[in-house]
């Protein structure tokens, strides 16, 4: 059985910083990428960032500069770390695990809100 949990999030004001955690835990055999999606109210999930299992990273045009996304892959955990925010960053942030485990699954973390607002 595997377990993508995540934490962090919250509100904060305009131009302030978040940061989020991810971790994977389970009969995993190895990872080929973890990342974050959002998704806002009326809107699609989208892509954030995204960290495959050799370092690569990639991000939404719109968060390229504010946000990284850093591993720790003995601990099978991808973190967020997210600066200058805006209001338009404000969704349901959800962390993704594309994993090997008896095979190739793709799992879902329960989501975290994230609000910018003043």
């Known amino acids: 059985q595997v377990q993508v949990v995540e934490s962090g999030g919250g509100l904060v004001q305009p131009g302030g910083s978040l940061s989020l955690s991810c971790a994977a835990s389970g009969r995993i055999v190895s990872i080929y990428a973890m990342g974050w999606y959002r998704q806002a109210p009326g809107k699609q999930r989208e892509l954030v960032a995204r960290i495959t299992g050799t370092g690569s990273t990639n991000y939404a045009d719109s968060v390229k500069g504010r946000f990284t996304i850093s591993r720790d892959a003995a601990k099978n955990t991808v973190y967020l770390q997210m600066n200058s925010l805006k209001p338009e960053d404000t969704a349901v942030y959800y962390c993704?695990?594309?994993?090997?485990?008896?095979?190739?699954?793709?799992?879902w973390g329960q989501g975290t809100q994230v609000t910018i607002s003043s």
């Open positions: 993704n695990a594309d994993l090997q485990v008896t095979a190739r699954f793709t799992y």
